[in-house]
């Protein structure tokens, strides 16, 4: 699936495997997490299983490429990139979450949902590592 002519795994293609698609599976998951039924907890499973095979399939891959100087750059660049950005949404939240919902007095029981924005979190991150990443190497 993501392997070159030679069946060798891109260094790209991990990082893709590695941070986006895991991303994306753990949004899913935190957003499925919102709602307390057995579909979703049958949904994690599922997610965490994804998730355990596209590391598995890197880590114990046999053929696959080394990482150069300008991937690992790119690589490192993305996640302070997208540490940025999770700091600045984390405090957006927080801003949101004190100056308009508390004064509201909505009375929402937030401890419900610190798991699932725990997954979610998690997942916007990878997502963003792998979209910077995807980016940096195209240019």
Same mark, same amino acid.
């Given at each position: 699936?993501?392997?070159?002519?030679?069946?060798?795994?891109?260094?790209?293609?991990?990082?893709?495997?590695?941070?986006?698609?895991?991303?994306?599976?753990?949004?899913?998951?935190?957003?499925?997490?919102?709602?307390?039924?057995?579909?979703?907890?049958?949904?994690?499973?599922?997610?965490?299983?994804?998730?355990?095979?596209?590391?598995?399939?890197?880590?114990?891959?046999?053929?696959?490429?080394?990482?150069?100087?300008?991937?690992?750059?790119?690589?490192?660049?993305?996640?302070?990139? %997208?540490?940025? =950005?999770?700091?600045? +949404?984390?405090? @957006?939240?927080?801003? #949101?979450?004190?100056?308009? !919902?508390?004064?509201?007095?909505?009375?929402?029981?937030?401890?419900?949902?610190?798991?699932? %924005?725990?997954? =979610?979190?998690?997942? +916007?991150?990878? @997502?963003?590592?792998? #979209?910077?990443?995807?980016? !940096?190497?195209?240019?």
């Amino acid at each position: 699936m993501f392997k070159s002519k030679k069946g060798v795994l891109r260094y790209a293609d991990q990082v893709k495997r590695l941070n986006l698609f895991i991303g994306i599976i753990w949004i899913f998951a935190g957003i499925a997490g919102m709602f307390r039924s057995v579909v979703s907890s049958v949904f994690l499973v599922l997610a965490l299983c994804f998730s355990a095979y596209f590391m598995f399939s890197v880590f114990f891959s046999k053929n696959k490429e080394e990482a150069d100087e300008m991937a690992i750059a790119h690589e490192n660049k993305a996640m302070s990139l %997208s540490f940025l =950005i999770m700091q600045i +949404l984390l405090v @957006l939240f927080c801003l #949101v979450k004190d100056a308009i !919902l508390d004064p509201m007095d909505l009375n929402i029981d937030y401890s419900r949902y610190i798991v699932p %924005s725990i997954f =979610i979190l998690m997942g +916007l991150m990878g @997502l963003l590592v792998g #979209v910077v990443f995807h980016r !940096l190497e195209a240019e």
